[in-house]
């Protein structure tokens, strides 16, 4: 089992950029796939982002893409999303992920593990 602790989320500008983090306790961390989503109030969970087990491999959102990094620190058993260019549709709750398998890691049901979330909130 692992266990996720997100931090970094904030009040942000339009435009201005904020760096989540995520860390797991636990040995087996560079075992799991890991992703990031978001909530919105009213809105389901949508996919955000997700990385390989060694960081090879990302797959992004439309909504995100261009704009977002992730990444990860198999010795911290930490991973990031960079986030650039914040705009206004980017306010939500954001969770980090930890999946056993990359099969079906768009969607919140291929998650294994989730964090409490931490919240990001752009200002005009």
């Known amino acids: 089992q692992v266990q996720l602790v997100e931090s970094g989320g904030g009040l942000v500008q339009a435009g201005g950029s904020l760096r989540l983090s995520c860390a797991a306790s636990?040995?087996?961390?560079?075992?799991?796939?890991m992703g990031w989503f978001r909530q919105a109030p009213g809105k389901e969970r949508e996919f955000v982002a997700s990385?390989?087990?060694?960081?090879?491999?990302?797959i992004y959102s439309d909504s995100v893409k261009g704009r977002s990094t992730i990444s990860r620190d198999n010795a911290k058993s930490t991973v990031f999303l960079q986030m650039n260019s914040l705009k206004l549709e980017d306010t939500a709750g954001y969770y980090c992920?930890?999946?056993?398998?990359?099969?079906?890691?768009?969607?919140?049901?291929?998650?294994?593990?989730w964090g409490q979330g931490t919240q990001v909130t752009v200002s005009p």
């Open positions: 636990g040995r087996t961390f560079s075992s799991y796939v």
């Open positions: 992920a930890a999946s056993r398998s990359l099969q079906n890691r768009v969607s919140a049901n291929g998650y294994d593990y």
């Open positions: 990385i390989g087990r060694s960081g090879g491999s990302t």
